[in-house]
Each structure stands twice: as structure tokens, then as C-alpha cells.
């Protein structure tokens, strides 16, 4: 069995810190493992990062934040359609009507106004 020294980084929100442990080589299956103390150490200061005490996390290692100064913004995802896809049908009535097919509906081929008039009316589809 060998150790060594290894500088372990544990990111929470704002903050990242390095945490000075030893890995535990040995020729046994799980190679190179922590030992319980070093693990409970690092649990410890991810613990006082989330709660923003970086004092009890500065007595374990050494305590960064970060700052973002460019790059991609993260934004709000895009709201999810129901819809596998979109059938566009002309009508009688000379408008055009589109329809958004729910997913798992299953209207494979040429779609007329009438299997999607049936399909609408089954609540297969709904007016997009």
C-alpha cells in the first residue's frame, strides 16, 4: 500500500475550494481511494461553502470564488411543446389551419382535412 499527496477541488455555488488530501493506492480492486477522514474533510467544506461560512472552509484548505467576467449567459430554456410535429391543412374555407400532433399519436402517411378533422375531434391533435 503507497499514498500520496493530491490536491482534491470542490466546487459550491460561488466558491471553489482546494483541499490538500492523501489518495491510497493498494493492490486491491478499488484503487486509489480516500481514507474516511479526508472524505468526511471534503464533505465538511462543501457543507460550509453552501452555507456561504467560509471561515470553518478556509481552516480545511484554501477557498476561491469565482467570477464570471464573459461568456455564455445562461438563460431560461425554451418552453417545450407537446408536438412531434406540425400538420398544416387547407380547409374549405380557404384558410389554412395548423395543428400541432401530440406525441405518440401515430398519423404516418399523407394526413387529409379529414382524418385530421377526426383526429382533432379525438384530441389526438390540438390547434397549434
Known amino acids: 500500500m503507497s499514498r500520496k499527496s493530491y490536491t482534491k477541488i470542490v466546487h459550491e455555488g460561488d466558491y471553489v475550494a482546494q483541499v490538500d488530501v492523501e489518495l491510497i493506492y493498494t493492490e486491491e480492486g478499488w484503487s486509489p481511494c ?3 477522514e479526508d472524505a ?3 464533505d465538511d467544506v462543501r457543507e460550509a461553502l453552501k452555507k456561504g461560512d467560509v471561515e470553518t472552509a478556509s481552516k480545511q484548505g484554501r477557498i476561491y ?6 461568456g455564455w449567459k445562461r438563460q431560461r430554456a425554451p418552453r417545450k411543446r407537446s408536438a412531434q410535429r406540425v400538420v398544416q391543412e387547407g380547409g374549405s374555407g380557404g384558410g389554412d389551419r395548423l395543428f400541432a400532433v401530440e406525441q405518440g399519436a401515430d398519423l404516418a402517411g ?4 379529414d382524418q385530421v378533422d377526426a383526429a ?3 384530441g389526438v391533435i390540438v390547434p397549434a
Open 120 to 122: 382533432f375531434k379525438q
Open 110 to 113: 399523407q394526413v387529409g382535412f
Open 34 to 36: 480516500l481514507s474516511l
Open 40 to 42: 468526511q474533510r471534503l
Open 65 to 70: 470564488t469565482l467570477t464570471r467576467i464573459a
